[in-house]
C-alpha cells in the first residue's frame, strides 16, 4: 500500500535495533483519512470471504479494526488486556507476552461475542513475533469460530511472526511489510 509506505518513510522512526515508532500516525496521533483507505484496503482483500466479525486488541487495533468494520458491516470485537469489573466472567482467555513492554499479560473475550458459527479476521497495526497474533487466534479456537484470515498494517518481516502465520497456512495480508533498518532508514520486502 503506497500511500502507508509513504507514510512510513516520511515519518516512521527507527528506535532501536527492532522498534518502529509511527506515532505521528497510527499509535498516538491517529490520521483518520489514512484509517480510512486502511479500512478500505483490508475490505478489498478479504471481501470475498464471507467475514461475520472482526477481532483485535486494545488498544492501538480498535481504531483500525472499527474503520474497516464500516466497509466489512460487521461488529467489531476488541480483546481486552486487563481486568475489568465490567467484563463478563464468562471469557476465553489467552497469555500474551508482549514485545513491545516484554512482559506477560493475559488476553479475554466475553464468550457473548464470539461463537461457533463466526468467520473472523482479526486484525493489528503490527506484526513483529507474532504473539499477539497468536493469542487471538487461540481465543478463535476456544470459541470454535473460523478463522478466515489476518490483516496487519506494519510487518516487520525481519521477526518471526509473518513466518509462523505463513507456515500454519492462515491467510495473512500485511498492508507494509518492512525488510530491515539500515542506519535508521526502513525499506520494504516487496509490492
Ligand atoms: P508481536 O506480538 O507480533 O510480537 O508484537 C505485536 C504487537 O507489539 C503489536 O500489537 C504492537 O502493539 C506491538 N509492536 C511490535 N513491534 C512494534 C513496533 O516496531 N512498533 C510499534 N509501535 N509497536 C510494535
Redesign the pocket.
Known sequence: MDLLKKRILEEGRVVGE?????DSFL?HQIDPELFQEIGKEFYNRFKDKNITKLLT?EA?GIAIAVVAGLYFKVPVVFAKKSKSRNLDTDTYKSEVY???KQTTYDIEVSKRYIKPEDHILIL??????????QGLIDIVNQAGATLEGIGIVIE?GFQK?GQQLRDQKIHLESLAIVDRFTNGQVTFLKG
Not at 527492532?18 to 509511527?22: D, G, H, P, Y
Not at 493489528?124 to 497474533?133: C, R, V, Y
Request: aromatic fraction near 8%.
Open positions: 527492532e522498534v518502529l515508532k509511527v499509535n486488541i492501538s508482549s514485545f513491545t493489528d497495526d503490527f506484526l513483529a513475533n507474532g504473539k499477539a497474533a516487520k511472526g
